[in-house]
């Protein structure tokens, strides 16, 4: 497997080769990819060449995560192509890539009306939220059978037959013992009108569902795959920045020879030959940063204690009549908290801009690649083309990119192409950290192992919708519905409030987005309900999922796997499920405590529902990694800050490999559509284990990150 020559492969040259792979196509052209020499273009997305080799054009961006395979593995299974013959490249812009659930999930409900305009035409190409299957596998699946019918159809007309009764497979179209290669094929193809409809293939198909390698592998591996700060280009110069959390930022020291220092509304850039050289003088410099007042981590906490302690709370989720089912007792209550979380990708942001001749070019790590292309349009005349780099790294934080607006600022004061990378310090500085938050749990419990009511009132924000107002220039702060469905059990009488609290602090999205700390918070609570009702965590759960089948079969196949021994005292075994992101994860946990009281987990075993399977393996390690990353998460140092901004501390390195705890992942096979990935473990990592620590101490962690238990 390899990626085609025109993805993203950019030398230490002009990147030419670049530019040729996103040359701006038309508005008023239909196809998403300009075929290169020697290829013929069938549909608007799937180029084949003279060597038979199948080029698919991929809307979403690579973070990590597979999805430029999975979305080709997709296409090339409705096309019928061999997979060792198959391409990837980055696609053009198109009404095609919207993803309809960035608005079906309520990212963008916050923005006035005045700016729906932006989310027209393909401008909601985002990759986040665990969508990319779930959004664009159909339009995948499409552009594959549109271009199998082409071939069929010349196909036949060569045979003399009906182009129904042709099928592809291999990269080969056969009828009744007669075959031709694609290569043969795709000129003729090419020179004909698409069907008005092309039939797909009924599931399972011969490529989907198979745990094919990834496309991006062998590049990686080898160094060849290019991120945004490989990008290099003739005469360029470097940035180094430093940020402010909303105020002005400011250098009163003279530049050193050879670096020119550039002011912003709230950041400094320092310019110089060499990126090392700009940030030495940054470092040098001195650079103030002015912030609001206030925004320590003493605000923080005032902030969300205001939220949850005030009668202005929006009910988001209800179901019976929790008043009733409260009246004469009193429910069994407890507080839970989950401060701010810092991203911890490896990849430092970075962006790079050019203008000459009237063209605007952009290279940058973006999740979210047309609604900056946009941003950056409005800010001049000429024609604008951004160029989608892979991110190096799942965190999230690319959705929020502004570095290429200053890369494009810088770049119009200096005439010449200028690359901004923040340092890993600054990066962390003015990190946008998943919101902090603090929730009040209340539930009555019955003798018989039902839950008469249940009530959560929860304080923070939204961190994505905080993120697409930044992007879109909307106001949000309020927590999405979809992310609060979150409780999956048959209780009659729920309500699920949330009161939106003012923070003094940047917010974004994350992977998982608020999902971890809500599944925390529920999971341990229904914990803390069975033990004080001297029931199995297991018993109560089972007794609970009556509605919910596929997540009842999750569990009881995890606790199988894992060796199941009832949670009591000592057992040093937790569970946590969740439905959410249409799939549905069981974990048993089992953790101690290691050395200094730390949170020491040794095994983990999840069992998965995410409907139809496109490729296990990228399953597999989306949970697998999620875990990981979860638990590193809850047991890292929670962030300080001052002015607004993060004052530390750094975090820490990721454990090593034989630090790691057992992971098996188990993949329940489900005939329902495919449901969110990403963003699976990291729901259920942290309930599992804090409820495997409550039943081997005795303690209850309310609070995330764990903090060492002595």
Same mark, same amino acid.
């Not at 924000?461 to 309020?478: F, I, K, N, P, W």
């Not at 090593?656 to 259920?684: D, H, K, R, T, Y």
């Given at each position: 497997?390899?990626?085609?020559?025109?993805?993203?492969?950019?030398?230490?040259?002009?990147?030419?080769?670049?530019?040729?792979?996103?040359?701006?196509?038309?508005?008023?052209?239909?196809?998403?990819?300009?075929?290169?020499?020697?290829?013929?273009?069938?549909?608007?997305?799937?180029?084949?060449?003279?060597?038979?080799?199948?080029?698919?054009?991929?809307?979403?961006?690579?973070?990590?995560?597979?999805?430029?395979?999975?979305?080709?593995?997709?296409?090339?299974?409705?096309?019928?192509?061999?997979?060792?013959?198959?391409?990837?490249?980055?696609?053009?812009?198109?009404?095609?890539?919207?993803?309809?659930?960035?608005?079906?999930?309520?990212?963008?409900?916050?923005?006035?009306?005045?700016?729906?305009?932006?989310?027209?035409?393909?401008?909601?190409?985002?990759?986040?939220?665990?969508?990319?299957?779930? $959004?664009?596998?159909? +339009?995948?699946?499409?552009?594959? &059978?549109?271009?199998? /019918?082409? =071939? #069929?159809?010349? *196909? !036949? %007309? @060569?045979?003399?037959?009906?182009?129904?009764?042709?099928?592809? $497979?291999?990269?080969? +179209?056969?009828?009744?013992?007669? &075959?031709?290669?694609? /290569?043969? =094929? #795709?000129?003729? *193809? !090419? %020179? @004909?009108?698409?069907?008005?409809?092309?039939?797909?293939?009924?599931?399972?198909?011969?490529?989907?569902?198979?745990?094919?390698?990834?496309?991006? /592998?062998?590049?990686?591996?080898?160094?060849?795959? @290019?991120?945004?700060?490989?990008?290099?280009?003739?005469?360029?110069v470097y940035a180094s920045l430093r940020r402010s959390s909303g105020g002005a930022a400011r250098v009163d020291t003279p530049p050193p020879l050879g670096v020119e220092f550039v002011s912003g509304p709230d950041w400094v850039a320092a310019l110089a030959a060499d990126w090392w050289s700009a940030e030495a003088a940054l470092a040098g410099a001195g650079v103030r940063t002015f912030g609001p007042g206030g925004g320590d981590d003493a605000a923080v906490?005032?902030?969300?204690?205001?939220?949850?302690?005030?009668?202005?709370?929006?009910?988001?989720?209800?179901?019976?009549?929790?008043?009733?089912?409260?009246?004469?007792?009193?429910?069994?209550?407890?507080?839970?908290?989950?401060?701010?979380?810092?991203?911890?990708?490896?990849?430092p942001p970075s962006a790079t801009a050019r203008l000459a001749n009237g063209l605007l070019e952009v290279w940058a790590a973006t999740q979210a690649p047309e609604l900056v292309r946009r941003s950056i349009a409005a800010t001049g005349p000429e024609r604008t083309v951004l160029y989608p780099m892979p991110v190096g790294g799942q965190g999230g934080r690319a959705l929020d990119d502004e570095l290429a607006g200053i890369a494009v600022t810088l770049a119009r004061r200096t005439g010449k192409p200028v690359q901004v990378t923040l340092s890993r310090t600054e990066q962390v500085r003015s990190d946008p950290v998943r919101s902090p938050l603090k929730a009040r749990m209340l539930a009555r419990p019955m003798p018989d192992g039902s839950i008469a009511g249940w009530r959560m009132r929860?304080?923070?924000?939204?961190?994505?919708?905080?993120?697409?107002?930044?992007?879109?220039?909307?106001?949000?702060?309020?927590?999405?519905?979809?992310?609060?469905?979150?409780?999956?059990?048959?209780?009659?009488?729920?309500?699920?409030?949330?009161?939106?609290?003012?923070?003094?602090?940047?917010?974004?999205?994350?992977?998982?987005?608020?999902?971890?700390?809500?599944?925390?918070?529920?999971?341990?609570?229904?914990?803390?309900?069975?033990?004080?009702?001297?029931?199995?965590?297991?018993?109560?759960?089972?007794?609970?999922?009556?509605?919910?089948?596929?997540?009842?079969?999750?569990?009881?196949?995890?606790?199988?796997?894992?060796?199941?021994?009832?949670?009591?005292?000592?057992?040093?075994?937790?569970?946590?499920?969740?439905?959410?992101?249409?799939?549905?994860?069981?974990?048993?946990?089992?953790?101690?405590?290691?050395?200094?009281?730390?949170?020491?987990?040794?095994?983990?075993?999840?069992?998965?529902?995410?409907?139809?399977?496109?490729?296990?393996?990228?399953?597999?390690?989306?949970?697998?990694?999620?875990?990981?990353?979860?638990?590193?998460?809850?047991?890292?140092?929670?962030?300080?800050?001052?002015?607004?901004?993060?004052?530390?501390?750094?975090?820490?390195?990721?454990?090593?490999?034989?630090?790691?705890?057992?992971?098996?992942?188990?993949?329940?096979?489900?005939?329902?559509?495919?449901?969110?990935?990403?963003?699976?473990?990291?729901?259920?990592?942290?309930?599992?284990?804090?409820?495997?620590?409550?039943?081997?101490?005795?303690?209850?962690?309310?609070?995330?990150?764990?903090?060492?238990?002595?």
């Amino acid at each position: 497997m390899r990626i085609d020559r025109r993805t993203l492969l950019v030398g230490t040259g002009a990147g030419v080769g670049l530019a040729l792979a996103y040359a701006w196509w038309p508005r008023g052209e239909a196809a998403v990819l300009r075929p290169g020499d020697g290829e013929h273009l069938l549909g608007p997305g799937i180029a084949i060449g003279r060597d038979g080799r199948v080029t698919v054009a991929v809307p979403q961006v690579e973070t990590g995560q597979g999805i430029w395979t999975g979305l080709a593995q997709e296409a090339a299974d409705e096309l019928g192509a061999a997979w060792e013959r198959v391409s990837v490249v980055p696609a053009l812009p198109s009404p095609l890539w919207d993803n309809p659930l960035a608005k079906g999930e309520g990212w963008t409900d916050a923005l006035g009306p005045w700016r729906r305009w932006r989310l027209d035409e393909g401008a909601l190409r985002i990759t986040a939220g665990s969508t990319s299957i779930r $959004a664009m596998a159909p +339009v995948m699946r499409q552009l594959g &059978a549109a271009a199998r /019918a082409l =071939l #069929a159809a010349e *196909a !036949a %007309s @060569r045979w003399g037959v009906a182009a129904a009764e042709c099928d592809t $497979a291999d990269g080969i +179209v056969t009828h009744e013992g007669k &075959a031709l290669g694609f /290569a043969e =094929l #795709a000129e003729g *193809a !090419a %020179s @004909r009108r698409l069907p008005d409809s092309a039939p797909l293939r009924p599931r399972p198909g011969k490529l989907a569902g198979q745990p094919l390698p990834r496309l991006d /592998a062998l590049p990686k591996t080898r160094g060849s795959l @290019r991120f945004a700060n490989d990008v290099r280009l003739p005469g360029m110069v470097y940035a180094s920045l430093r940020r402010s959390s909303g105020g002005a930022a400011r250098v009163d020291t003279p530049p050193p020879l050879g670096v020119e220092f550039v002011s912003g509304p709230d950041w400094v850039a320092a310019l110089a030959a060499d990126w090392w050289s700009a940030e030495a003088a940054l470092a040098g410099a001195g650079v103030r940063t002015f912030g609001p007042g206030g925004g320590d981590d003493a605000a923080v906490e005032g902030a969300l204690d205001a939220a949850l302690g005030s009668e202005d709370a929006e009910t988001l989720f209800a179901r019976g009549d929790v008043e009733q089912a409260f009246d004469g007792v009193r429910p069994l209550a407890a507080s839970y908290s989950a401060a701010a979380m810092l991203h911890h990708d490896l990849e430092p942001p970075s962006a790079t801009a050019r203008l000459a001749n009237g063209l605007l070019e952009v290279w940058a790590a973006t999740q979210a690649p047309e609604l900056v292309r946009r941003s950056i349009a409005a800010t001049g005349p000429e024609r604008t083309v951004l160029y989608p780099m892979p991110v190096g790294g799942q965190g999230g934080r690319a959705l929020d990119d502004e570095l290429a607006g200053i890369a494009v600022t810088l770049a119009r004061r200096t005439g010449k192409p200028v690359q901004v990378t923040l340092s890993r310090t600054e990066q962390v500085r003015s990190d946008p950290v998943r919101s902090p938050l603090k929730a009040r749990m209340l539930a009555r419990p019955m003798p018989d192992g039902s839950i008469a009511g249940w009530r959560m009132r929860l304080a923070g924000v939204d961190g994505t919708g905080a993120a697409m107002a930044r992007l879109l220039g909307g106001e949000s702060g309020a927590v999405r519905p979809a992310l609060l469905a979150t409780l999956p059990y048959a209780v009659p009488n729920v309500a699920i409030e949330v009161a939106s609290a003012s923070l003094p602090i940047r917010t974004g999205y994350h992977r998982g987005e608020l999902l971890g700390p809500l599944t925390f918070f529920t999971e341990s609570f229904l914990d803390e309900l069975a033990r004080i009702g001297g029931r199995d965590p297991l018993g109560l759960r089972i007794g609970l999922l009556g509605g919910n089948p596929r997540l009842a079969r999750c569990l009881v196949r995890a606790t199988a796997l894992g060796g199941w021994d009832g949670g009591g005292p000592g057992s040093q075994m937790g569970l946590a499920v969740a439905s959410v992101l249409g799939s549905h994860i069981a974990l048993v946990a089992s953790a101690s405590l290691g050395p200094g009281g730390a949170v020491a987990p040794d095994r983990l075993v999840a069992v998965v529902d995410c409907g139809r399977i496109v490729n296990p393996a990228l399953v597999r390690q989306q949970v697998e990694g999620g875990l990981i990353a979860a638990l590193a998460q809850a047991s890292a140092a929670a962030p300080s800050f001052r002015h607004g901004r993060v004052l530390g501390p750094l975090p820490p390195q990721a454990p090593a490999m034989a630090a790691q705890p057992e992971i098996l992942v188990e993949i329940l096979a489900s005939g329902a559509e495919p449901g969110g990935v990403n963003g699976l473990g990291s729901a259920v990592a942290p309930a599992a284990v804090g409820n495997a620590l409550a039943a081997a101490t005795g303690r209850r962690l309310r609070s995330l990150p764990f903090a060492p238990m002595a």
